[in-house]
């Protein structure tokens, strides 16, 4: 059973930095591009950013660009998001997403969701 | 960037209404457009992906049909499971970005 689980969020001040962890479970991590995807509270989704199977490549939304760090550590079938600068505007449930793939390349959507963790910048 | 404009933002349906929700895209994508469902606290759902094919497990009273800039969601039978509100997102720049739509509420008539 494919199982992603984020970890690390909560409460933050403006300024301060915070890691996100997600770990994934029941396929082969190393083989899909993953995602950071998040929510604020009551509003819609917005894509973060992504990151492909070897790492190599890394996207950003332009909101977050110079301020966040996605990365992945496939011995640990786990993915990261570093967030410094945290602003107001960052407070949401981040989800970690998996990309839906085929044999020779992507679907370009998101086929398993992580529960979520809640950050909240906030003084 | 492309913007993704979702109509109606919310309706009203009963059990058993045929519901059809609109995504328009600010310039052409091709195929790349997905649906999703989410529920109240939980995670979205895959419903539809390359506008018009079924997910896996999803229950094929959801379908989803497009190209271009104009896509449909359609669920041709509503049941009280599917009320909720719906996302398109479109990735016609994968990998270096991805749209969602504002999303669509549906609620219970």
């Known amino acids: 059973e494919v199982q992603l689980v984020e970890s690390g969020g909560g409460l933050v001040q403006p300024g301060g930095s915070l890691r996100l962890s997600c770990a994934a479970s029941?396929?082969?991590?190393?083989?899909?591009?993953m995602s950071w995807v998040r929510q604020a509270p009551g509003k819609g989704l917005e894509w973060v950013a992504n990151i492909k199977q070897d790492g190599s490549e890394k996207y950003y939304v332009d909101s977050v660009k110079g301020r966040f760090t996605i990365s992945r550590d496939n011995a640990k079938n786990s993915l990261y998001l570093q967030m410094n600068s945290l602003r107001a505007e960052d407070t949401a449930v981040y989800y970690c997403?998996?990309?839906?793939?085929?044999?020779?390349?992507?679907?370009?959507?998101?086929?398993?969701w992580g529960q979520g963790t809640l950050v909240t910048v906030s003084s | 960037d492309i913007q993704m404009t979702q109509s109606p933002s919310s309706v009203s349906a009963s059990v058993g209404d045929r519901v059809t929700i609109t995504c328009r895209a600010s310039q052409g994508i091709s195929s790349w457009l997905a649906w999703y469902q989410q529920k109240p606290g939980k995670a979205p759902k895959l419903l539809i992906y390359a506008a018009s094919s079924l997910q896996s497990g999803v229950p094929s009273r959801f379908s989803g049909s497009g190209s271009g800039t104009d896509f449909t969601l359609t669920i041709s039978s509503l049941q009280p499971e599917d009320f909720a509100t719906y996302y398109c997102q479109q990735a016609n720049s994968f990998p270096r970005a991805y749209t969602f739509g504002q999303g669509t509420k549906l609620e219970i008539k």
């Open positions: 997403a998996r990309d839906l793939d085929y044999v020779w390349g992507s679907y370009r959507s998101f086929d398993y």
């Open positions: 029941g396929f082969t991590f190393s083989s899909y591009w």
